[in-house]
Nanobody, 126 residues
């Protein structure tokens, strides 16, 4: 049984930082590209970032480029998202997901991701 669990969300002031983590079990983690999505109330889910199976290639949405860094540790079956210079518009539920292949294709399409976590809430106050 595959389980994907996010952690690290919370309340932070604008300009602050958070580091999200995502641990996956029940699958061969290194075989999957991994992505982060987010969904704010009343808005569609949007792709935030993606990293291929080795971590050699990473992708970011334009609004996050230069502020967010995605990384992974295949030995620990863990995905990370370091978020710096946070803005109130970054407020959303953040989801980790495993792609049905080992490389990313941008833009991210949620339907191409096989396994999802329950999400972790990020709230940025102004």
């Amino acid at each position: 049984q595959v389980q994907v669990v996010e952690s690290g969300g919370g309340l932070v002031q604008a300009g602050g930082s958070l580091r999200l983590s995502c641990t996956a079990s029940g699958l061969t983690f290194a075989n999957y590209a991994m992505g982060w999505f987010r969904q704010a109330p009343g808005k569609e889910r949007e792709g935030v970032s993606c990293i291929n199976w080795r971590g050699a290639s990473t992708y970011y949405s334009d609004s996050n480029k230069g502020r967010f860094t995605i990384s992974r540790d295949n030995a620990k079956n863990t995905l990370y998202l370091q978020m710096n210079s946070l803005k109130p518009e970054d407020t959303a539920m953040y989801y980790c997901a495993a792609l049905t292949r080992d490389y990313c294709h941008w833009p991210l399409v949620a339907a191409n991701f096989a396994y999802w976590g329950q999400g972790t809430q990020v709230t940025v106050s102004s």
